[in-house]
């Protein structure tokens, strides 16, 4: 399954690797419905995982090295098996244990329908009905996600104060920071009303969603600011699946979170004018404010780079041409496990699969299994190093050629241009301003710079080499033709 003890004992290669900070997804009590975003008790650590005393080892070891450790917060829901929801199933309507959770009676004869027309993000209805005691039907509860991760009332003061004992929980054994999960859900509009649109794909919600991005949820995220603010140096990154401009920026106010996933180059495609229209974008929405740009081109929730851009070779060099744009700029990084070895998704057999999408939608989505298969360290049995046994998702022997032995041996591995790219981002002049200057570029093309410095980031996603612009190479992401920049090609020049 991967434990904290396995990640303290590799946490020699994150150093190599260069990285400043880990983002652990949730590792606390769960009975795993979805990927541990179904928490149990999040001031715990499940026993998959270790305890409490393997994270305050990890902890230590990890600020040993020089890495901060950045943890999940999954205040939207919990999981069905919390106590709070055990008990609210087993109390009557009106109850204060229903109170903490959005029960609430059908519509129709007999209450047979559900309150309002809101769907999961998983697929289905946003509803599960609950018997009473004597069996017939009773109230339905939310749930945006799966019906094992009910959603939590924000209008309660109790889920407030359980979330601020919660984080303090944990910035007082040491964690530099939160990963807050869902940070544009928790406030619903007032009264649960139908929406208006349904065709709402996983992760991408619409705008006017009554279930998303409410005014409320910046309440909350003032109250966590607070809380942060109390102890030097720690920081929370929102997950925040916001289109508009303008409404992200909210997030990302002076008293709210630190940093805001944009996930706008996750959505563009292998296609300069996207690329830069994405960048553009997400430098405006912080701009203002002003706050950090955060960049990412994958996480567990998302296909892998290697795979968007079309997979095999071709996904490869496209993907390590995305990985030179994007540790050109400005702002914040996060890469995602694998992504430095250029892991493309794995096509898993159904019966392997457990991402709650699979069975939700009916079987016609594979969910997100394929972007979560463990990364290999070494040649050798089915768990590549990662476990000696079967890991918990198969891992295919194509990864035999990925692990990540052979690559740091290798110069000419994506692994290795990776560490080089990190080590110029942190060393280089070049990296340091913070707003991007655009030069004109040839169709299929983009190039820039930071402003007031000298270093020149081209990329050429056209069919055609272009001729590369002046200066002295310092890394491309494959192999240049002469003075040409060649198709799925990016470079760093002085
Ligand atoms: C976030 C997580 C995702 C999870 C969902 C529900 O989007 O990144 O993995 O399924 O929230 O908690």
Known sequence: ??????????????????????????????????????????????????????FDQLLADAHEHGLRVTIDLVPNHTSSEHEWFRAAVDSAAGSPERARYHFRPGRGPDGEEPPNNWTSVFGGPAWTRVPNADGTGGE??????????????????????????????????????FRIDVAHGMSKAD????????????????????????????????????????????????????????????YVRADELHLGF?????????????????????????????????????????????????????????????????LALPGVVYLYNGEELGLPDVDLPDAVLQDPVWERSGHTERGRDGCRVPVPWEDGGPGYGFTGGDPWLPMPPEYGRLTVADQLEDTGSTLSLVRRAIELRKTHDGFRGGDLEWFGAPEGCLAFRRAGTTLVCALNTSAEPVPLPPGELLLSSGPLAGDMLPPDTACWLE
């Open 1 to 54: 399954m991967g434990d904290l003890e396995g990640i303290r004992s590799r946490l020699g290669y994150l150093e190599l690797l260069g990285i400043d900070a880990l983002w652990l997804t949730p590792f606390y009590t769960s009975p795993m419905a979805d990927h541990g975003y179904d928490v149990a008790d999040p001031r715990d650590v499940d026993p998959v995982f270790g305890d409490l005393e393997a």
């Open 140 to 177: 339905w509860y939310l749930h945006l996600f799966s019906p094992e991760q009910p959603d939590l009332d924000w209008a309660n003061p109790e889920v407030w104060a359980d979330l601020e004992k919660t984080l303090r929980f944990w910035l007082d054994r040491g964690v530099d920071g």
């Open 191 to 250: 009264g649960l009303p139908d929406a208006r649109r349904l065709d709402v794909d996983l992760l991408r919600n619409a705008e006017d969603d009554p279930r998303f991005d409410q005014d409320g949820v910046h309440e909350i995220h003032r109250r966590i600011r607070a809380v942060l603010d109390e102890y030097p140096d720690r920081m929370a990154v929102g997950e925040v699946w916001v289109g508009d401009d303008e409404r992200f920026a909210r």
């Open 262 to 326: 944009n996930f706008r180059l996750v959505r563009a495609g292998f296609d300069a004018a996207e690329i830069r229209g994405a960048i553009e974008h997400a430098l405006a929405a912080v701009a203002a404010v002003p706050a950090p740009p955060t960049w990412t081109l994958s996480n567990h929730d998302v296909s892998r780079p290697v795979t968007r851009y079309g997979g095999g070779e071709l996904g490869t060099v496209r993907a390590r041409a995305l990985t030179l744009v994007e």
